[in-house]
């Protein structure tokens, strides 16, 4: 199954994956082990507009190739069960149970490949009283806690982090940990199994560290009181005198010292260690960050060790001088995107093609993989 090792392809270079097509963390997860090198094919649906965006520009099919199956089609599955033959990890993200009904859940593919890994991507998990009802990441967060402490206003309703706490951090992240240790587990002991990644379980897991807080008294079960959700007035946000904004996270004593100083607030330290007087220093930083705009206060702030960082848009992002010196963001085919990560020392990931057209490589791939069937599944010209 797995192909020869090549560094130069990231430390996943040989591992294949199967990816049948989705939307969001699933795509995502496929993504990551792609950028790491993984041999990744994703298996679309022919006709239709798709699932998403403009393919061309959906990033999250980078690294990869396509080839277009019809699992509803009497030789679908089959087709599907080929790939998974000569694969090493399977990655989906339908409700549970569509994957049996349609021929390729985990007791087919297993049967046909005992060390495959099978991944499988959802919301709520593949048991629960709510496994099968239809949700979205705010709602994910919502019941594990983590929305309900996002947002620096206590009285006010919590901040959505967009959907990158639920879909991406506790969903995506925990997939691809938990398909690459059952792969260690199968190049060990040549044993596959089914890797149950619910995205409810995976943000629950990010709060590990505010639940021992909280046991230790440490943490008040409301938002916007604590030293980590904006109720501390040097850990949060404050605007600037154009509209822009300005992100403090002034914890330690010696780095609020610098934060001080060069803010210019006076009796700093002595507000500090008063709670009672928090408003009033709150109060005092953000008048003087109203001073001055955000590129003045950049200029105050930049190479010193007061935590400050200027907020940035994602469009701006890619000119900051940090994130251009380490090239974080990269640009392929005319798109400006974030580069692969984490860096590897000897075997770095790297950007190897754009996202794959639906259909682009079914040739390529019958070959590769040695799977006849898929020619005749071929698109049109």
Not at 28 to 46: C, K, Y
Not at 252 to 267: H, K, M, S, T, V
Request: aromatic share 6%; glycine share 14%; proline share 8%.
């Amino acid at each position: 199954m797995s192909t020869t090792h090549t560094a130069r392809n990231g430390p996943l270079a040989g591992v294949r994956v199967v990816e049948l097509a989705g939307i969001g963390p699933g795509p995502f997860a496929a993504m990551l082990l792609a950028d790491l090198g993984a041999d990744v094919v994703r298996v679309d649906r022919p006709g239709g507009a798709g699932l998403g965006i403009d393919p061309a520009r959906d990033l999250t099919n980078r690294n990869k190739r396509s080839v277009l199956v019809d699992l509803k089609a009497e030789d679908g599955p089959a087709t599907v069960l080929d790939l998974v033959a000569r694969a090493d990890i399977l990655v989906e993200g339908y409700r549970p149970g569509v994957a049996e009904r349609l021929g390729v859940g985990p007791e087919p593919c297993l049967a046909r490949n005992p060390r495959l890994v099978y991944g499988r991507m959802t919301g709520w998990g593949q048991d629960g009283p709510l496994a099968t009802t239809a949700g979205h990441d705010i709602g994910y967060i919502a019941i594990t806690g983590a929305l309900g402490m996002i947002g620096p206003d206590p009285d006010g309703p919590p901040t959505v982090p967009a959907n990158l706490v639920g879909d991406y951090a506790g969903g995506s992240l925990y997939l691809v940990i938990g398909v690459l240790a059952a792969l260690q587990h199968a190049r060990t002991h040549g044993e596959g199994q089914v890797v149950d990644a619910a995205i409810v379980d995976g943000t629950a897991h990010l709060t590990t560290m505010i639940h021992g807080m909280l046991a230790a008294g440490g943490w008040q079960d409301r938002r916007g009181v604590n030293l980590l959700d904006g109720g501390c007035p040097f850990y949060g946000v404050y605007e600037t005198s154009d509209g822009g904004h300005m992100a403090v996270g002034a914890l330690e004593g010696q780095f609020y010292a610098e934060f001080g100083r060069l803010l210019g607030i006076e009796d700093a330290d002595v507000l500090r260690g008063d709670l009672a007087r928090w408003p009033e220093l709150r109060a005092a930083v953000a008048d003087r960050f109203r001073s001055r705009t955000r590129e003045e206060w950049t200029s105050v702030f930049e190479g010193t060790d007061a935590c400050v960082a200027p907020v940035l848009s994602l469009r701006e992002a890619p000119a900051h001088p940090h994130l251009a010196a380490r090239s974080t963001f990269t640009e392929h085919a005319g798109l400006t995107q974030p580069a692969p990560a984490p860096r590897f020392s000897v075997t770095p990931g790297t950007l190897r093609t754009g996202p794959a057209l639906p259909g682009a490589d079914t040739a390529a791939v019958a070959r590769d993989w040695a799977v006849p069937a898929l020619k005749s599944q071929e698109p049109e010209a």
